[in-house]
C-alpha cells in the first residue's frame, strides 16, 4: 500500500501522474469535446482548495496554487473562498507559505538535492501551498462566524485592496507602519476609536528590537492627529525628539517610503529641580518639583520599600502629620473639604510636604530616646509646628511605642528621599497639569538623573493622579461645551519598575490607584501605553488592564507560553514568528483591526538617544 500524503514540513509531495493515465486523460477529454475550459465562477481565482490531511484543523484549509499564482499569493493576504456546492462564501488570511513543492518528487529528493549544489538545469515542474485561517462567512454582506468549512476544489480569489482595508478595518489617522505581504496597507488605528488608546496600550520587546522608534512614531503620529502625549522617559531616550534624526540608518529608510527627517512639533521637556537635565538645549526645558500632598499615604508607604514594623510606624506617622496640620496649619475651609469629599487611598493630605512627614518621624523617635524638649524643637523645620511647640510636643508624646529603632529605621528610608530636595522644593513649582492637555501636546518628563526607581515612582503616581483630576475637568467641560473632548496618551517607560509582578505583590493599594485611573480613563479619553524590554515581569493584573499590544522580538519561550494566556486573537503563525522577528518588525494587535497584522514600523522621523 502506498503512503499517505502529508502536507508538513516532512514530506510536502504531490505525486505526477503516470504517463500511460495522463494519455487516457488526454484521450477522454477530446472524447467529450476538446480541452478542458475553467467554469465561469472559477475564472480569476489563483488556486483551490484541496481535501483534508492529517495534519488538518478545523480552523484552517490548504489551497493549492498552480506555478504562475505563486508570486500573486503572500503571508497575511486576504483571499475568497467560494464554496460553489454549497453556495457559502468565506474570507480567510494566508497563515502559512506560499510554499513551493516540487511535483512528484520531495524536495530534498536526491536529483533536486545534486542539481542545486552542484550547478545544473534540473528543475522539476512544482506547485505552490498556502494555509489560509478561516476569518468568517459571508453572508449578506456582512462576516459572520463560520458555521461550516469551505469544500473541496472551491476556487480562491484575492482580495482587492480595498476590500482588504474593509475587512482588516486598519484605517486611522495614527499610523504604526505597514502590512508585511500588502503593497500599501497601512497599519494604523483612529484617535477617535474609543476602543483603542483609552483601552490602553502595551509595547513589548527585548532591547535591540525596536520599541523606541514604535514609541517615537506613535508619539509623533499623535501629536500631527490633534492628540495630547505625555511621555514619562526614565532614561533621557526621547528628549531630542523636537530634533530630525540624523541616523544613516532611519534617513535612509525614511527617503525609500518617501518621507524625510523631521523633529516633532510642540514639545515641552521638564525635568526635576536639583537634577541634571538630559538636553539642556531644549527650547522649551523647564524644572519641576512635585507636589507631596498629591500622593496617597498608602501608595507611598508601599513605594517607601518599609518592612511590617515600620509601616505601621508610617501609618503613625502619617496620621500625627494629619492631626498636627489639621490643628496648626488647615484654615476652617481645608477641614471641612477634608471633613466632606477627602480620600486617603486616591490622594494626599492637602499642604503636606514630605518635610512635615520628616519632622513627626524624627521628633517621635527623639522623644523616644529620651532627647529632652528643647533639642527635639531645635530639629524640626516646620515653622507652624515650632510655632505651637506645647501643643506639637503634647501631640507626639502621646505616641506609647517603644521601639525606637523601627522609627529610626523608618526615619533613613524617608529622609533618603526627602534629602534630594525634589519635592516641595520652593525653587521650581509643580507641573500645571491643565497646560499638558492641550491638543498636539507633547510633555517629556525626564527623570534620568533621580537615580532612584523610589523616587520615578513616587513622581510618577502623583503624575498619573493630577493628569486623570485634570483630564475629568477638561473632559466635563467638553461635555458641557458640546465639543468632542481631547484625546490623552501618558506613555509609561520601563513600566516593569514601576508596576512588577514583585512589586504588586507588596503594593495593593498603588495597582488599585492605577486600576482606578485605567478604569476611569477609559470613559474620558485618557490612555495608559506601558512600555518595557521585561514583560515577564509585568503582573497578571497589568497585562488584564490592557486591549491593544505592540509585540517585538521576544527570544524566551516562556515569556512567549506566558503573554500567550493573556492576549487573545493572535494566531499561531503570528506567535511562532515572535522570537524572530527582525529590528523594527512587530505583531500589531489592536482593538480596532479585524485581526493582528505582521507590521513594518515605520522609522521615526525624530532624533532618539540610544541608551544601553
Known amino acids: 500500500m502506498e503512503k499517505d500524503i502529508h502536507y508538513d514540513e516532512r514530506d510536502m509531495t504531490v505525486s505526477t501522474l503516470p504517463s500511460d493515465v495522463q494519455q487516457r486523460f488526454e484521450a477522454v477529454s477530446e472524447e467529450v469535446g476538446g480541452p478542458y475550459e475553467e467554469p465561469e465562477e472559477y475564472r480569476g481565482s489563483i488556486g483551490r482548495t484541496m481535501f483534508d490531511v492529517v495534519n488538518s484543523s478545523d480552523e484552517t484549509v490548504y489551497v493549492l496554487l498552480p506555478r504562475d499564482s505563486l508570486g500573486k499569493v503572500a503571508s497575511q493576504a486576504v483571499v475568497r473562498i467560494k464554496s460553489i456546492e454549497d453556495h457559502r462564501s468565506y474570507l480567510g488570511v494566508v497563515v502559512r507559505g506560499p510554499l513551493a513543492i516540487p511535483n512528484g518528487l520531495r524536495a530534498d529528493a536526491a536529483p533536486i538535492v545534486e542539481s542545486s549544489i552542484r550547478g ?43 476590500e482588504v482595508r474593509a475587512f482588516l478595518k486598519t484605517g486611522g489617522d495614527v499610523s504604526l507602519g505597514y502590512a508585511f505581504g500588502h503593497e500599501q496597507l497601512e497599519v494604523a488605528f483612529s484617535t477617535q476609536d474609543k476602543s483603542v ?54 534617513v535612509t529608510m525614511l527617503a525609500k517610503l518617501g518621507l524625510k527627517p523631521e523633529g516633532i512639533q510642540n514639545t515641552h521637556l521638564y525635568y526635576l529641580v536639583g537634577r541634571e537635565c538630559t538636553n539642556p538645549d531644549h527650547p522649551c526645558a523647564q524644572v519641576f518639583s512635585p507636589r507631596f500632598s498629591s500622593i496617597s499615604p498608602y501608595a507611598a508607604m508601599e513605594i517607601f520599600d518599609l518592612t511590617d514594623a515600620q509601616e505601621q510606624r508610617c501609618q503613625k506617622a502619617f496620621d500625627l502629620t494629619h492631626d498636627a496640620l489639621r490643628r496648626f496649619v488647615w484654615t476652617d475651609t481645608i477641614r471641612a473639604q477634608v471633613m466632606s469629599d477627602f480620600d486617603e487611598f486616591d490622594t494626599g493630605y492637602p499642604g503636606m510636604t514630605l518635610v512635615h512627614l520628616v519632622d513627626i518621624i524624627q521628633a517621635v523617635g527623639n522623644k523616644l530616646d529620651g532627647m529632652d524638649d528643647n533639642e527635639i524643637m531645635q530639629r524640626v523645620r516646620t515653622e507652624a509646628f515650632r510655632q505651637k511647640r506645647p501643643e506639637f510636643l503634647q501631640l507626639i508624646s502621646h505616641h506609647q511605642s517603644s521601639n525606637v529603632a523601627s522609627w529610626r529605621a523608618l526615619l533613613g528610608k524617608v529622609n533618603r528621599i526627602n534629602r534630594l530636595g525634589v519635592f516641595d522644593n520652593p525653587q521650581a513649582k509643580p507641573i500645571d497639569y491643565a497646560a499638558l492637555l492641550k491638543p498636539g501636546s507633547v510633555t517629556i518628563l525626564d527623570l534620568a538623573d533621580t537615580d532612584s526607581p523610589l523616587v520615578n515612582n513616587l513622581i510618577i503616581t502623583e503624575l498619573l493622579r493630577g493628569v486623570q483630576k485634570a483630564q475629568e475637568d477638561a473632559y466635563e467641560a467638553a461635555v458641557q461645551e458640546k465639543r468632542p473632548p481631547t484625546p490623552v496618551e501618558i506613555i509609561i517607560e520601563e513600566a516593569h519598575e514601576f508596576l512588577s509582578a514583585q512589586r504588586i505583590a507588596r503594593m495593593p493599594n498603588l495597582y488599585q490607584q492605577v486600576a482606578r485611573i485605567a478604569k476611569r480613563g477609559r470613559k474620558r479619553w485618557l490612555g495608559l501605553a506601558f512600555v518595557t524590554q521585561l514583560p515577564q515581569h509585568l503582573p497578571d493584573e497589568v497585562l488584564g488592564l490592557i486591549n491593544n499590544y505592540v509585540i517585538h522580538k521576544i527570544g524566551d519561550s516562556n515569556v512567549i507560553s506566558r503573554l500567550r494566556k493573556s492576549i487573545g486573537g493572535i494566531d499561531e503563525s503570528l506567535w511562532a514568528r515572535i522570537p524572530r522577528l527582525a529590528p523594527g518588525q512587530a505583531v500589531v494587535s489592536l482593538a480596532n483591526l479585524g485581526r493582528p497584522l505582521l507590521t513594518a514600523i515605520t522609522p521615526a522621523p525624530c532624533k532618539l538617544r540610544m541608551t544601553v
Open 197 to 250: 488608546l483609552p483601552r490602553h496600550t502595551g509595547i513589548l520587546g527585548t532591547t535591540g528590537g525596536g520599541k523606541s522608534t514604535t514609541v517615537a512614531r506613535m508619539v509623533a503620529q499623535l501629536q500631527r492627529a490633534g492628540a495630547a502625549v505625555i511621555l514619562i522617559d526614565t532614561e533621557g531616550e526621547y528628549t531630542q525628539v523636537n530634533e530630525p534624526t540624523d541616523d544613516p540608518t532611519m
Open 120 to 162: 545544473g538545469f534540473f528543475i522539476p515542474e512544482f506547485h505552490g501551498l498556502v494555509e489560509v485561517e478561516i476569518a468568517g462567512e459571508e453572508i449578506d454582506g456582512r462576516v459572520m462566524p463560520p458555521r461550516f468549512r469551505p469544500l473541496p476544489s472551491s476556487p480562491v480569489f484575492i482580495l482587492e485592496e480595498a
